[in-house]
């Protein structure tokens, strides 16, 4: 009898078909199946080089959004439930700026799993030449980090991916 070899996690390659994505919408154990397999399915777009020159891999909102949309092919919502945006021009006459917002994630899931509800805070701040160039994008920044804050708790990937390498991943997501 051959030794029994190592289980190693492989994550779900491409898009779902028409098919298992109808299966999955319309089949709530495939839903559960689905969703529990996705949880563990990201990979991030682009590394970048942070404080001390050490470098990590990035998840842009991108990335997450598209984490997202396949593991909840039933859907999933976001609600800003605060925003505050403050702007000053400062003594340099260049123009700063901070916006804050509280975000609620939420999936539902069918019985017997409980849904995937979570809130979290998310801010950007930001300095440019004039007050249109501060306000641009802030608080879509900010709505983006308070998303990637709420969905961090409900997938491991997603939530601690800067702490390990791939291959780590792969070994801890089969145990």
């Given at each position: 009898?051959?030794?029994?070899?190592?289980?190693?996690?492989?994550?779900?390659?491409?898009?779902?078909?028409?098919?298992?994505?109808?299966?999955?919408?319309?089949?709530?154990?495939?839903?559960?199946?689905?969703?529990?397999?996705?949880?563990?399915?990201?990979?991030?777009?682009?590394?970048?080089?942070?404080?001390?020159?050490?470098?990590?891999?990035?998840?842009?909102?991108?990335?997450?959004?598209?984490?997202?949309?396949?593991?909840?092919?039933?859907?999933?919502?976001?609600?800003?439930?605060?925003?505050?945006?403050?702007?000053?021009?400062?003594?340099?006459?260049?123009?700063?700026?901070?916006?804050?917002?509280?975000?609620?994630?939420?999936?539902?899931?069918?019985?017997?799993?409980?849904h995937f509800c979570q809130e979290d805070i998310g801010s950007k701040r930001s300095v440019g030449g004039d007050e249109i160039?501060?306000?641009?994008?802030?608080?879509?920044?900010?709505?983006?980090?308070?998303?990637?804050?709420?969905?961090?708790?409900?997938?491991?990937?997603?939530g601690l991916f800067l702490y390990y390498e791939e291959e780590e991943w792969k070994t801890d997501a089969t145990n």
């Amino acid at each position: 009898m051959a030794p029994k070899k190592d289980t190693v996690y492989e994550p779900p390659v491409g898009p779902l078909t028409l098919q298992q994505r109808e299966k999955a919408v319309s089949d709530d154990r495939a839903y559960i199946r689905h969703v529990l397999r996705y949880l563990h399915h990201i990979s991030p777009s682009e590394e970048r080089t942070g404080r001390a020159r050490m470098t990590f891999d990035y998840l842009s909102g991108e990335d997450v959004m598209s984490m997202l949309n396949e593991t909840f092919v039933r859907g999933w919502t976001k609600e800003v439930t605060n925003s505050e945006t403050k702007v000053k021009q400062r003594k340099d006459g260049k123009w700063q700026g901070i916006s804050v917002v509280r975000l609620r994630f939420e999936a539902e899931m069918p019985p017997p799993m409980s849904h995937f509800c979570q809130e979290d805070i998310g801010s950007k701040r930001s300095v440019g030449g004039d007050e249109i160039e501060v306000l641009e994008y802030l608080e879509k920044s900010a709505i983006t980090d308070a998303l990637k804050r709420c969905v961090k708790t409900i997938s491991m990937r997603l939530g601690l991916f800067l702490y390990y390498e791939e291959e780590e991943w792969k070994t801890d997501a089969t145990n």
